[in-house]
Nanobody
Framework: VQLVESGGGLVQPGGSLRLSCKASGLRISGYTMSWHRQAPGKERELVASISNTGETTAYADSVKGRFTISRDNVKNTVYLQMDSLNVADTAVYYC?????????WGQGTQVTVSS
């Protein structure tokens, strides 16, 4: 099983990025998918989650209205559209697949928001 994140990079405040998480070795259609992030010196935190069908989403208060999680079960990929980025969004972003008590994590992609 492998989850590979991509789409991170350096962006100016107010800018946008779209992260992707491509899964192999599992079909994400059975999994709740989520994005998490970890900034230097801080705990890893949940950013957004999406149910296996995509019908239910949830967001951390800090990103509500700015980030959008989505999934394409045919492409076996989950996305995180990030708009109106600010310096506080700088972190390594990880995707996670969860089914019951079994979870899988990607290696992360760096997002840096700086002028």
């Amino acid at each position: 099983v492998q989850l590979v994140e991509s789409g991170g990079g350096l962006v100016q405040p107010g800018g946008s990025l779209r992260l992707s998480c491509k899964a192999s070795g599992l079909r994400i259609s059975g999994y709740t998918m989520s994005w998490h992030r970890q900034a230097p010196g801080k705990e890893r935190e949940l950013v957004a989650s999406i149910s296996n069908t995509g019908e239910t989403t949830a967001y951390a208060d800090s990103v509500k209205g700015r980030f959008t999680i989505s999934r394409d079960n045919v492409k076996n990929t989950v996305y995180l559209q990030m708009d109106s980025l600010n310096v506080a969004d700088t972190a390594v972003y990880y995707c996670k697949a969860l089914l019951s008590s079994r979870d899988y994590w990607g290696q992360g992609t760096q997002v840096t928001v700086s002028s």
